[in-house]
């Protein structure tokens, strides 16, 4: 089974500010046929979790520029380049090269 | 505008069964995985099972193995989980989920 790791579990940001988030798996998740199978997503309190980000780099649909995820293999991050109020929630990583597994889950607050 | 609207959550009583479903919509449902991910109070996500497009593969976490059952009806759009010999640690909210759109879960609660 592919474990995922997130870090930090918890993040006190100030509006305006960067956040990092790193998410590390137990194996690659390079698929063979070249894609990288790693997903991040927002679950904002009290909502379903939302994808921001599949395969590493790629935003989904009107998710905003100030998202970005990054990373290959083993080791992927996501940054929010100014963190705004409404980014507050937890954020996971998963990945779905062998079924699906989740991180930990990232808790983002404001300052 | 793609739907996924989950049903069936209520108490049930430990060893007790339950079916859930969820029908989609806005999306060829026969084109997807299908897959079920369940988050008990005050936890983190739990990817619980998944069913291939034709429904010939399914896979399931080793927690429920031989006691839930996924299934899909691709006439009816629609997605289930049977779920036998429930217990205590099976309390959660259940979506039903394709990697890119989630519903907006059941909740089940398993206590006597």
């Known amino acids: 089974d592919i474990v995922m790791t997130q870090t930090p579990l918890s993040l006190s940001v100030t509006p305006g500010q960067p956040a990092s988030i790193s998410c590390k798996s137990s194996?690659?998740?390079?698929?063979?046929?070249?894609?990288?199978?790693l997903y991040w997503y927002l679950q904002k309190p009290g909502q379903s979790p939302q994808l921001l980000i599949y395969?590493?780099?790629n935003r989904f649909t009107g998710v905003p520029d100030r998202f970005s995820g990054s990373g290959s293999g083993t080791d992927f991050t996501l940054k929010i380049s100014r963190v705004e109020a409404e980014d507050v929630g937890v954020y996971y990583c998963?990945?779905?090269?062998?079924?699906?597994?989740f991180g930990q889950g990232t808790k983002v607050e404001i300052k | 505008e793609v739907q996924l609207v989950e049903s069936g959550g209520v108490l049930v009583q430990p060893g007790g069964s339950l079916r859930l479903s969820c029908v989609a919509s806005?999306?060829?449902?026969?084109?997807?995985?299908m897959s079920w991910v369940r988050q008990a109070p005050g936890k983190g996500l739990e990817w619980v099972a998944n069913?291939?497009?034709?429904?010939?593969?399914?896979y399931y976490v080793d927690s429920v193995k031989g006691r839930f059952t996924i299934s899909r009806d691709n006439a009816k759009n629609s997605l289930y989980l049977q779920m036998n010999s429930l217990r205590a640690e099976d309390t959660a909210v259940y979506y039903c989920?394709?990697?890119?759109?989630w519903g907006q879960g059941t909740l089940v609660t398993v206590s006597s």
């Open positions: 998963m990945q779905s090269k062998q079924l699906w597994t």
């Open positions: 069913i291939k497009q034709d429904g010939s593969d399914k």
């Open positions: 806005g999306f060829t449902f026969s084109n997807y995985w």
């Open positions: 989920a394709i990697a890119g759109f």
């Open positions: 194996q690659s998740l390079l698929h063979s046929d070249g894609k990288t199978y």
């Open positions: 395969e590493v780099s």
